[in-house]
């Protein structure tokens, strides 16, 4: 039985939200759109809230929904866990039957076993504090009757949840009290003639230090003077030193990992870069859920890639995949997603003020579509998913121009959240309009004005969705856009490029209007590219004005961008 749908309301920024989990979902989206929230609210509802009295929620988990808004009259929180077998007639059956004999445990048409918990908060006016509260529920939403108060922690000690959060300090996890590490310090794995012989060995050890280390003795004589000030027991062992611990469990409280440096020194894992601790701290989390985990555990992972360099990253996934249990992972890391299944990636963002979910593998794609989508987008350019908006663009000139031109205008398209995608080179408009709309992020499409462009423009008005075709579509008045560059001012720039023979095919003179027509003709298509960097450079360094076609580009797509 697995967590496999998660509603919450009134939570944080969520003010409503259906998230559906796989055995592996992976989280994506902006800051503060509500992905450490989703991790927060299973953790409330599978760790915090234990019984109804208290609160373990505060007045800044209530969703505020403006500036006014005041934690004390605002509605409830809710957070409603679905937990249910995949297949009919599940496997644990001595968890069913102790399931089924709490009163809680429910088969659905499908004939699944399901459990659904629903747990909250509100301000009670009455006591003038904020009150939790917890109920199970039938299928139909409604609270099941004659379930015993010790039933919410017998039900939480059967779903092993484990969190593991962005910030991972070594000397935390690794020290004696580390949630992680300190199961592996225990003595009692060991029998008691194996302690006995271990903490025998150690005895010698300290024994062979002290009587080799003279300047011990100085300290022992002195230390005796104590019993002339106060009486006490001892004799002449009333003093020792153990600069080896006598006791086993002292001994093992000390331990440390270490790890080997550059030089090949073992060094301990607080005192190496952040990126190798953040690692360290994962694969001991690792080790103690293959260790001590009983069961099929669900487990939250918050920004693994944390510290780590690229291609570090890339090769986590690997290790991921090997962490048992149902996985809830957030990241920012478009290194991480280049390596992640697409079927497990969910993103979430904003619309009209409401955290919105979308999955990849909702998305009509077809099998080579995919394909096309996997190789020149999620594997080469992953963090075009975290995108508010993509500038879709034919070819290398206009992703040049365009990314140059919003600099000289001091755009930032990088902090508006815009991407540019090339659509021509490897994957279709048509798929990269499906996987936008799919995923929730804005578009619009820049596209020549030729037979090509009119085939991209039916394939626009197919995705508007609603949108308004001059909202979504910006065609070059030209055939193609190095005809326009060289009509806006830039075709002294493409005809010094041109060699003896193509310059024979430009017979206008420069005043004609036929002129920057046919010197962008003239130009050899393996120089376009060129040609674009040499006008880039131009309108930076002369400077020459940026087209009004980009302008108008740019602007649409950061006012996009800014879409709540």
Same mark, same amino acid.
């Given at each position: 039985?697995?967590?496999?749908?998660?509603?919450?309301?009134?939570?944080?920024?969520? $003010?409503?939200?259906?998230?559906?989990?796989?055995? &592996? =979902?992976?989280?994506?989206?902006?800051?503060?759109?509500?992905?450490?929230?989703?991790?927060?609210?299973?953790?409330?509802?599978?760790?915090?809230?234990?019984?109804?009295?208290?609160?373990?929620?505060?007045?800044?988990?209530?969703?505020?929904?403006?500036?006014?808004?005041?934690?004390?009259?605002?509605?409830?929180? $809710?957070?409603?866990?679905?937990?249910?077998?995949?297949?009919?007639? /599940?496997?644990?059956?001595?968890?069913?039957?102790?399931?089924?004999?709490?009163?809680?445990?429910?088969?659905?048409?499908?004939?699944?076993?399901?459990?659904?918990?629903?747990?909250?908060?509100?301000?009670?006016?009455?006591?003038?504090?904020?009150?939790?509260?917890?109920?199970?529920?039938?299928?139909?939403?409604? @609270?099941? @009757?004659?379930?015993?108060?010790?039933?919410?922690?017998?039900?939480?000690?059967?779903?092993?949840?484990?969190?593991?959060?962005?910030?991972?300090?070594?000397?935390?996890?690794?020290?004696?009290?580390? &949630?992680?590490?300190?199961?592996?310090?225990?003595?009692?794995?060991?029998?008691?003639?194996?302690?006995? +012989?271990?903490?025998?060995?150690?005895?010698?050890?300290?024994?062979?230090?002290?009587?080799?280390?003279?300047?011990?003795?100085?300290?022992?004589?002195?230390?005796?003077?104590?019993?002339?000030?106060?009486?006490? %027991?001892?004799?002449?062992?009333?003093?020792?030193?153990?600069?080896?611990?006598?006791?086993?469990?002292?001994?093992?409280?000390?331990?440390?990992?270490?790890?080997?440096?550059? =030089?090949?020194?073992?060094?301990?894992?607080?005192?190496? /870069? +952040? /990126?190798?601790?953040?690692?360290?701290?994962?694969?001991?989390?690792?080790?103690?859920?293959?260790?001590?985990?009983?069961?099929?555990?669900?487990?939250?992972?918050?920004?693994?890639?944390?510290?780590?360099?690229?291609?570090?990253?890339?090769?986590?996934?690997?290790?991921?995949?090997?962490?048992?249990?149902?996985?809830?992972?957030?990241?920012?890391?478009?290194?991480?997603? $280049?390596?992640?299944?697409?079927?497990?990636?969910?993103?979430?963002?904003?619309?009209?003020?409401?955290?919105?979910?979308?999955?990849?593998?909702?998305?009509?794609?077809?099998?080579?579509?995919?394909?096309?989508?996997?190789?020149?987008?999620?594997?080469?350019?992953?963090?075009?998913?975290?995108?508010?908006?993509?500038?879709?663009?034919?070819?290398?000139?206009? =992703?040049?121009?365009?990314?140059?031109?919003?600099?000289?205008?001091?755009?930032?398209?990088?902090?508006?959240?815009?991407? %540019?995608?090339?659509?021509? &080179?490897?994957?279709?408009?048509?798929?990269?309009?499906?996987?936008?709309?799919?995923?929730?992020?804005?578009?619009?499409?820049?596209?020549?004005?030729?037979?090509?462009?009119?085939?991209?423009?039916?394939?626009?008005?197919?995705?508007?969705?609603?949108?308004?075709?001059?909202?979504?579509?910006?065609?070059?008045?030209?055939?193609?856009?190095?005809?326009?560059?060289?009509?806006?001012?830039? $075709?002294?720039?493409?005809?010094?490029?041109? /060699?003896?023979?193509?310059?024979?095919?430009?017979?206008?003179?420069?005043?004609?209007?036929?002129?920057?027509?046919?010197?962008?003709?003239?130009?050899?298509?393996?120089?376009?590219?060129?040609?674009?960097?040499?006008?880039?450079?131009?309108?930076?360094?002369?400077?020459?004005?940026?087209?009004?076609?980009?302008?108008?580009?740019?602007?649409?797509?950061?006012?996009?961008?800014?879409?709540?």
């Amino acid at each position: 039985m697995k967590l496999r749908h998660l509603k919450i309301e009134n939570f944080r920024g969520i $003010s409503h939200l259906e998230l559906e989990l796989g055995d &592996t =979902t992976v989280l994506i989206g902006e800051n503060n759109v509500g992905k450490t929230a989703i991790l927060d609210a299973i953790r409330y509802a599978l760790r915090g809230v234990r019984h109804r009295r208290g609160c373990v929620f505060n007045a800044y988990d209530f969703h505020l929904s403006e500036t006014a808004s005041d934690p004390t009259s605002v509605p409830p929180i $809710s957070i409603q866990l679905t937990f249910h077998e995949d297949q009919p007639n /599940g496997q644990n059956q001595k968890l069913l039957q102790r399931l089924s004999r709490a009163k809680i445990l429910q088969v659905d048409n499908n004939g699944r076993n399901v459990v659904i918990l629903k747990v909250g908060a509100h301000f009670d006016p009455a006591e003038q504090d904020y009150v939790q509260n917890w109920e199970f529920r039938n299928l139909t939403g409604n @609270t099941l @009757t004659n379930v015993a108060d010790s039933t919410l922690q017998a039900f939480q000690n059967e779903v092993s949840y484990y969190y593991l959060a962005a910030l991972r300090d070594a000397t935390e996890h690794f020290g004696a009290k580390g &949630t992680f590490w300190r199961p592996f310090l225990k003595e009692s794995q060991l029998d008691p003639e194996t302690r006995a +012989e271990i903490e025998s060995k150690l005895a010698e050890v300290n024994d062979l230090i002290i009587s080799s280390h003279g300047s011990f003795a100085q300290v022992l004589e002195r230390l005796k003077d104590l019993q002339q000030v106060i009486s006490m %027991v001892g004799g002449e062992d009333l003093v020792s030193v153990d600069a080896v611990p006598a006791r086993l469990f002292d001994t093992l409280a000390r331990a440390q990992v270490n790890l080997n440096s550059d =030089t090949g020194a073992k060094i301990p894992v607080n005192r190496h /870069g +952040e /990126g190798t601790q953040s690692l360290a701290v994962l694969t001991l989390f690792n080790a103690f859920l293959q260790t001590w985990n009983k069961g099929e555990p669900i487990v939250a992972l918050e920004e693994p890639e944390a510290h780590l360099h690229p291609n570090a990253v890339r090769a986590l996934w690997h290790l991921i995949e090997h962490i048992p249990g149902q996985k809830i992972i957030s990241t920012h890391s478009g290194d991480l997603l $280049s390596e992640v299944p697409s079927d497990v990636v969910t993103r979430l963002y904003k619309r009209n003020g409401a955290v919105v979910t979308s999955r990849l593998k909702d998305i009509n794609l077809i099998s080579d579509d995919l394909r096309k989508f996997d190789f020149h987008i999620r594997h080469s350019r992953g963090e075009l998913l975290f995108a508010r908006c993509w500038i879709l663009g034919e070819g290398e000139t206009e =992703t040049t121009l365009i990314r140059e031109s919003a600099r000289i205008m001091q755009k930032n398209l990088e902090n508006a959240g815009v991407r %540019v995608v090339t659509y021509q &080179t490897g994957i279709s408009l048509d798929s990269c309009l499906k996987i936008a709309n799919g995923m929730g992020i804005h578009w619009i499409v820049l596209a020549d004005n030729d037979g090509q462009g009119e085939r991209n423009r039916q394939i626009v008005k197919s995705h508007l969705n609603g949108r308004q075709e001059q909202d979504a579509l910006f065609m070059v008045p030209e055939k193609n856009i190095e005809q326009h560059l060289c009509k806006n001012g830039f $075709s002294d720039i493409y005809y010094g490029l041109l /060699g003896d023979q193509p310059r024979q095919q430009v017979t206008a003179q420069p005043q004609s209007p036929e002129y920057a027509i046919q010197v962008a003709n003239a130009l050899p298509s393996k120089l376009k590219t060129h040609a674009a960097r040499e006008v880039a450079l131009a309108m930076s360094n002369c400077p020459r004005p940026v087209p009004q076609l980009f302008k108008d580009v740019i602007e649409v797509a950061i006012d996009l961008a800014k879409e709540p």
